[in-house]
């Protein structure tokens, strides 16, 4: 069974940079393609960042060029590098795979304030 233990959120001022992190088990982690998604208060959940297993990666136009993916395979885990935060980009956020897999994990809150 998959497990995602998401972590590194928390409330930051806007303009700052958080690292969010996921570790993932129960899985071949390293052949398989992994998101982030987002979910804003009242809003769907939203995938906004992507990565291959060969490292490639695309990201939602509301968060190109102030994130940053990446993951260590050894470790199975992926990273969320967020900096230039905004107000908007408060919300709940999971890690997944691509297709999403059944489970979820419990995400980590991640508040800017203005």
């Known amino acids: 069974q998959v497990q995602l233990v998401e972590s590194g959120g928390g409330l930051v001022q806007a303009g700052g940079s958080l690292r969010l992190s996921c570790a993932t088990s129960?899985?071949?982690?390293?052949?398989?393609?992994v998101g982030w998604y987002r979910q804003a208060p009242g809003k769907q959940r939203e995938l906004v960042a992507r990565?291959?297993?060969?490292?490639?990666?695309i990201y939602s136009d509301s968060v190109k060029g102030r994130f940053a993916i990446s993951r260590d395979n050894a470790k199975s885990t992926v990273y969320l590098q967020m900096n230039s935060l905004k107000p908007e980009d408060t919300g709940i956020y999971y890690c997944?795979?691509?297709?999403?897999?059944?489970?979820w994990g419990q995400g980590t809150q991640v508040t800017v304030s203005s």
């Open positions: 990565i291959t297993s060969r490292g490639f990666t």
């Open positions: 997944n795979f691509i297709p999403p897999s059944g489970s």
């Open positions: 129960g899985s071949t982690f390293s052949i398989n393609a």
